[in-house]
């Protein structure tokens, strides 16, 4: 018997033998899909870590979690994320995660990232490249795909500690932005678990720098945005006199636009006692 397995950095299921060979033998290490898993989504930078409902926007900051499902495996020291295309599996961006991890259990890594307008909107893939804690490298690949857009909205403020008081409103902050090429319209509409009053502010605009726009504040909905504007909204949720004490009141945000529609989730928790 020979040692004929060849072991390649890169391909790692290559078997090279000489064809005057009859029989031949050869081991197999594993450290397959079944030793090292991770889990891939984008936050807005005010939930926790478990809201996983959104598509990367372009042009801005973003958050990404990575968590290991076998994180213990993994030499974490070693750990690399790549954006991979679509069109010719191309790496659009990379960057080494080793100092970003939140949390050792599971281990989990928030990294923060602007994605370029020039990643474009046909999509990505998600790569984990790293080692083993033998030293065996391994190299891992979402199965979803990830399609970036240009215009966005998000959450980016919620008051009152992400709680409902009697009498009071709580307020959440949205910012929709349009960083396409033309003009775009967006209409927000918000409502809760609860069926609480909710009340909608004017969208409050901001231009691009060294841009101009009279008519800042609209009272209007929907709103159309030039290019490269961006404005925020205040949501009011008015709770009643009678709250129950610990219960979760889900406030649902949906942000059309002439190409997609964003869902922004909000969870408050009531008290039954007074602010003071």
């Keep these: 018997h020979h040692n004929i397995l060849k072991h390649h950095k890169k391909y790692h299921n290559i078997l090279l033998f000489q064809s005057n060979y009859d029989t031949f033998s050869y081991t197999i290490k ?27 926007c372009l042009g801005k900051k973003e958050y990404l979690v990575i968590k290991l499902n076998q994180g213990e495996k993994v030499d974490k020291s070693s750990l690399k994320v790549k954006l991979v295309g679509v069109a010719g599996n191309k790496v659009l961006w990379e960057q080494d995660i080793t100092d970003k991890a939140i949390t050792s259990y ?11 307008l020039s990643i474009g909107t046909s999509g990505f893939r998600l790569m984990l490249e790293g080692k083993l804690v033998d030293g065996v490298e391994f190299e891992r690949t979402t ?15 919620v008051d009152n500690f992400y709680a409902l008081f009697p009498r009071r409103k709580t307020f959440i902050e949205l910012e929709v932005s349009n960083n ?15 069926n609480y009053d909710v009340r909608l502010g004017p969208y409050k ?7 101009r726009r009279a008519d800042n504040t609209l009272h209007t909905n929907p709103v159309v945005l030039r290019k490269g504007e961006r404005a925020r909204i205040t949501v009011g949720i ?39």
């Design 205 to 211: 605009i901001s231009p691009p720098r060294g841009a």
């Design 106 to 116: 599971p281990v989990t890594f928030v990294i923060e990232m602007d994605l370029p």
């Design 30 to 56: 594993s450290s397959g899909e079944f030793l090292v898993d991770f889990e891939a989504y984008f936050i807005d930078e005010v939930s926790e870590t478990q809201v996983a409902n959104y598509a990367p």
């Design 143 to 157: 199965k979803e795909y990830f399609y970036p857009t240009e215009s966005c909205a998000r959450v980016v403020a």
């Design 238 to 276: 008015s709770a009643p006199a009678v709250l129950t004490n610990g219960k979760t009141n889900t406030v649902t945000c949906t942000t059309s636009t002439s190409l997609s529609n964003f869902v922004d989730v909000v969870r408050l928790t009531e008290m039954n006692k007074e602010l003071r």
């Design 180 to 194: 396409g090429q033309v003009d775009e319209t967006f209409t927000v509409i918000c409502g809760n678990s609860a």
